[in-house]
């Protein structure tokens, strides 16, 4: 049985007993402990938990109440007695992964996937965010791993490369500049933008490339979805920056053309520094490392 906060698990075998003999024997102390402890604890909620009857007891409706919610005590703490134990079992615990939205809809599940496989037994929470969103749930203890971009500048932090993407101008197919085999983002500075709010990685990176420039770029649309950008270009309302080569935003009545720039979208694995090896997030790295090293 577990111990109760106040060691109040002997009240259980009293209320059981209702013989304070009985249940000092069973505790293996004193009868005249018991009593101390029963008279103490009857002081503290200021009313009786029995009703005397010599030397026997017979619980009464306080002490009855007292007992059903001990009881469920007890039943809780053993399960999160039993909880721990399986977390500390790998392959039975839990990994918490966060990815970017941009990111779900193919690299994401292939790492999910590959996981699962191995780990079948093991539990896994999914969260979607911005990248920076993600890198501060690391910090906090609220995630164990996230695929995310740009490559964060903490110490406290681990990195594992993924990918490099290279980037692009999405214009739809009928654009006047939709047969260039390179594109400047000057060309089109003019001409609305569609792209990521403020604080997503995408906006940063159109960013950024705008001040390489030295130009001033109007974004006329916003969404969180970049699948949802790249429709948006279909439609006619704007163009974007985007990934080169993410198989999911090559919509027909699109056109990548690559960008003249030397920026690129950082992808990666990140963790806490200290991250146990031999727990269930340590096998989510090993997991994703072999899906990405086979290209499974």
């Known amino acids: 049985m577990?111990?109760?906060?106040d060691d109040l698990s002997w009240f259980l075998i009293l209320a059981e007993s209702e013989h304070i003999g009985e249940a000092a024997a069973e505790l293996r102390m004193p009868q005249s402990t018991l009593?101390?402890?029963?008279?103490?604890?009857e002081r503290r909620l200021g009313t009786t938990l029995f009703d005397r009857h010599g030397r026997s007891l017979a619980l009464n409706t306080r002490g009855a109440a007292l007992g059903r919610r001990l009881r469920a005590a007890v039943t809780q703490l053993d399960l999160g007695e039993?909880?721990?134990r399986r977390l500390l079992d790998?392959?039975?615990g839990l990994v918490r992964f966060d990815f970017m939205h941009s990111l779900g809809t193919w690299l994401a599940p292939r790492l999910i996937h590959g996981f699962v496989d191995d780990h079948p037994r093991a539990d896994i929470h999914l969260h979607q965010g911005t990248g920076r969103d993600l890198i501060a749930r690391i910090r906090d203890d609220e995630a164990d791993v996230a695929l995310c971009s740009p490559r964060p500048d903490h110490d406290d932090l681990r990195w594992l490369e993924v990918l490099r993407q290279p980037l692009a101008l999405c214009l739809p197919s009928d654009h006047r500049l939709a047969r260039l085999s390179r594109i400047r983002l000057a060309d089109v500075a003019a001409e609305p933008f569609i792209s990521t709010?403020?604080?997503?990685?995408?906006?940063?990176?159109?960013e950024e490339v705008a001040a390489d420039e030295g130009v001033?770029?109007?974004?006329?649309f916003e969404s969180d979805e970049l699948s949802t950008v790249a429709g948006l270009v279909v439609s006619g309302v704007g163009v974007a920056l985007l990934p080169a080569d993410d198989p999911y935003l090559q919509l027909p009545g699109t056109v990548f053309i690559p960008l003249a720039t030397s920026r690129s979208r950082e992808v990666g694995l990140i963790w806490r520094a200290g991250q146990e090896p031999a727990s269930t997030p340590g096998l989510f790295l090993d997991s994703a490392r072999a899906v990405l090293s086979s290209g499974r």
């Open 35 to 41: 009593s101390r402890w029963l008279g103490r604890l």
């Open 197 to 206: 709010p403020g604080g997503f990685n995408s906006r940063d990176l159109l």
């Open 216 to 220: 001033e770029v109007n974004v006329a």
């Open 2 to 5: 577990a111990v109760l906060s």
């Open 82 to 84: 039993s909880e721990v």
């Open 90 to 92: 790998p392959e039975t």
